[in-house]
């Protein structure tokens, strides 16, 4: 049996924050004792972590990552290696990813590919929620049968006609599945079909800087799809997840769909907090950095953001992991902002980001950690596996140093991207060591975790249903 203690920290969780020492033995949290009494003096470790002056908190959980995701005719450039061990290094140590079933083919098929991409390959655990991009009488009827293999969770699109999208009677049909089922349907809900008029228009006018990805894809389209999907959810007496939530009025819907009493979440991501469409409008074709969808919104969005967070109309941070390199890739859309591969890299920087904003005021230290660890964890059946620090969990735990600061830089990053979307911001506070079910990942800044130990996590149903 191996034994760890962690000394001296400030245990920080979704709930409570003390000073505890914590005993992790055999991958899992063992018990948590308050520092300096005689029962956590009396623990013994093969290995003793001192944390004095330091948090200890929970691993992060990313409820939402892309890796070596197919998308506008190229692929996202981190693999399952290079992008797990990234969260690794940003303090994650749970990834959900979204495995990709092709038009014309099976559930399955697309998941099994997806276990072929990440198994023996991750540096910390993994998930998989299901994309399904033809939703028809066979594929509505596997969605309960990979519900038992742990994969409770399927992303359907409004938005990409053509590619992912489904219209408003797949929608509904795959609701009353999930609601007969346990399933959790995650919504990217924009209108694609005007949103295609739009960007044809757009270009037909010359407006092809990338720019015009955030004027054509409107707040009121994502408003819109986002009522729809509330109201198609409560015809199937389903749950609903809207995924990266960018809008004060998709945020507004939101809201008063809970305030009816209606299993409607939302989740939002670090980009729409801390960028805005004055990134997109970068010179010299620098905002392609910045395209995705929903897009990034001007600075006025961010305040009905952190509120949302604050008020729980938003509940998770997630962050939409989808890194392509500005060379080669985003440059795909040189001329055309419309073939400018959508997605932002991020999966290394969200739990920093969310610190600052504990930091800047926007949300409490116990807050950053429910929004980024438990909630997530609930949402998507990992709790209290994961997202707690709690005997009986496993032992995936950071020890974070609050006080020193880091300038986030493609130069420095651990993502295989060519680009920083956050280059040049200063921030507070850092990942210092991190450990995935008992076993060290990061030590002191230095990586030491390996390609193969992040293993496979089937999850059960969301845990705010029942
Ligand atoms: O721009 C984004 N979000 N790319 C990834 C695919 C998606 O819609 O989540
Ligand atoms: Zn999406
Ligand atoms: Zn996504």
């Not at 972590?49 to 996202?76: C, Q």
């Not at 590919?113 to 655990?125: L, P, S």
């Not at 080669?328 to 001329?335: A, H, I, P, V, W």
Request: hydrophobic letters at 40%.
């Amino acid at each position: 049996m191996t034994r760890t203690v962690i000394r001296g920290g400030l245990v920080v969780t979704a709930s409570d924050e003390i000073h505890a020492d914590v005993l992790i033995e055999d991958g899992r949290i063992a018990a948590l004792a308050a520092s300096g009494t005689s029962a956590a003096e009396a623990w013994t470790g093969d290995r003793v972590i001192d944390a004095t002056g330091k948090y200890v908190i929970p691993g992060g959980v990313d409820a939402h990552t892309h890796m070596e995701l197919p998308f506008g005719g190229t692929f996202a450039s981190d693999t399952f290696e290079t992008g797990t061990r990234a969260a690794a290094w940003g303090g994650t140590t749970t990834i959900v990813d979204f495995a990709v079933q092709s038009v014309g083919a099976s559930l399955r098929e697309g998941l099994d590919t997806w276990h072929a991409k990440a198994e023996g390959n991750c540096a910390i655990d993994y998930a998989f929620h299901m994309i399904i991009s033809d939703v028809n009488e066979s594929t509505l009827k596997e969605m309960p049968k990979l519900i038992e293999h742990g994969i409770s969770s399927f992303k359907l699109f409004m938005a990409y006609p053509g590619v992912f999208y489904s219209d408003d009677g797949q929608i509904l049909r795959a609701m009353q599945v999930a609601a007969d089922t346990g399933g959790l349907i995650m919504m990217h809900a924009e209108n694609g079909i005007a949103i295609d008029v739009l960007v044809e228009q757009a270009l037909a006018r010359g407006e092809t800087d990338p720019r015009h990805h955030g004027e054509v894809r409107k707040v009121l389209l994502e408003a819109e799809a986002t009522h729809r999907a509330i109201q198609l959810a409560r015809v199937a007496g389903s749950p609903l997840y809207v995924v990266h939530v960018s809008a004060e009025e998709a945020v507004a819907e939101l809201a008063a769909a809970r305030d009816k009493g209606l299993p409607v979440f939302g989740e939002t991501c670090p980009q729409y907090l801390f960028l805005s469409t004055d990134n997109l409008a970068e010179p010299d074709f620098e905002g392609a950095k910045y395209v995705c969808s929903t897009p990034l919104r001007p600075k006025e969005h961010q305040a009905a953001l952190w509120r949302g967070l604050r008020t729980d109309d938003l509940q998770v941070v997630s962050t939409d992991h989808c890194p392509f390199c500005f060379s080669g890739q985003k440059e795909l859309g040189r001329g055309d902002f419309s073939k400018i591969p959508n997605g932002l890299p991020g999966v290394e920087n969200r739990m920093d980001l969310l610190h600052q904003a504990v930091v800047d005021g926007h949300i409490t230290r116990r807050r950053w950690i429910e929004i980024a660890c438990a909630t997530p964890a609930r949402m998507f059946g990992l709790y209290p596996k994961k997202g707690t620090i709690a005997p009986g969990a496993d032992a995936d735990v950071v020890i974070y140093d609050p006080h020193a600061t880091q300038t986030m830089s493609a130069e420095t990053h651990h993502m295989n991207v060519d680009y920083s979307a956050y280059e040049g911001k200063t921030v507070t506070g850092r990942v210092e060591t991190v450990l995935s079910r008992g076993e060290i990942v990061i030590e002191q800044r230095e990586y030491k975790g390996r390609a193969g130990h992040g293993a496979f996590t089937p999850r059960s149903t969301c845990q705010y249903l029942n």
